[in-house]
């Protein structure tokens, strides 16, 4: 169990246990104080923290479990567009509310969209938390060669970036129209199914077709050819998906030592 399911799990429990002794102290032992002792009857000091802790706790909880939750950038799969080391906000109720914990959904309120950011449960493991871009949706056939997707015979726009930031060795950095959503990605022009290859959809992960099947969503790091993404263990189940990352509040550069203060604020697209 990773630390953020031991905390949704901590921080329901004790939600759970401060509203008991808030709703005990509201409709019973507060009239119970007040007839034995006058208006004046206080609860003990341990009561009292724990009934003075709930609206503090309840808060957190309706925060985290069904409007945002924090995450940490752990791989370089999403660069450019996500350093390591960016912490992001997770929109945890733009493809419905889900319980606190397991991922039964209670409300639906929207779908997942192409080129959309997201964050969900690892397939293969889903105490695990992964980010990738969401390329396909269900049914989509997608064809993959020399870098460029076409999804439904539609070829995505890929072009030169108007800058090499954050290019190392031999990546270069291209500018990805998807289907309306731009952003940039990382590739290593000249790769053809290297060591790193990881077949799932074909032989060779660098060019391939598939369909996605119904349910499921086909999710690809922008770092094209440094990410461990659905070419690798396949398509995200339905119930998997957590939530869209929408903003980076905070980043720290590790091998600087320092924050990136020009991240702080940036929305992600």
């Not at 959309?116 to 980010?131: H, M, N």
């Not at 396909?136 to 999804?151: F, Q, R, V």
């Not at 690798?232 to 320092?258: D, H, Q, Y």
Request: hydrophobic letters at 40%.
């Amino acid at each position: 169990m990773n630390f953020a399911v031991m905390f949704n799990l901590l921080l329901t429990l004790l939600t759970a246990a401060t509203g008991v002794c808030w709703l005990l102290d509201k409709f019973w032992l507060a009239k119970r104080r007040k007839a034995l002792h006058g208006d004046d009857a206080q609860p003990g000091a341990t009561f009292e923290f724990f009934r003075g802790l709930f609206p503090v706790i309840a808060a957190v909880f309706v925060v985290r479990s069904f409007l945002f939750e924090p995450f940490r950038i752990p791989s370089g799969s999403m660069i450019p567009t996500l350093h390591v080391g960016d912490f992001i906000l997770v929109n945890k109720f733009g493809y419905g509310l889900r319980c606190p914990i397991g991922s039964c959904k209670l409300v639906d309120i929207g779908e997942p969209k192409r080129g959309e950011v997201i964050v969900f449960k690892f397939p293969k493991d889903p105490t695990q938390d992964y980010i990738k871009r969401l390329i396909g949706l269900p049914g989509d056939k997608i064809h993959y060669e020399n870098k460029t997707l076409t999804i439904n015979g539609e070829t995505m726009s890929l072009t030169p970036a108007k800058t090499n930031d954050d290019a190392r060795s031999d990546d270069t950095r291209m500018h990805e129209n998807l289907g309306g959503v731009e952003h940039d990605t990382l590739a290593k022009l000249n790769r053809i199914s290297d060591s790193y290859s990881c077949p799932f959809v074909q032989p060779n992960p660098d060019e391939f077709d598939f369909e996605v099947p119904a349910g499921s969503y086909f999710m690809m790091g922008d770092n094209r050819d440094g990410s461990n993404d659905s070419r690798c263990w396949g398509t995200v189940p339905e119930a998997n998906l957590k939530g869209r990352a929408t903003l980076i509040w905070m980043s720290w550069n590790s091998e600087k030592f320092k924050i990136e203060l020009s991240r702080i604020g940036t929305l992600i697209r």
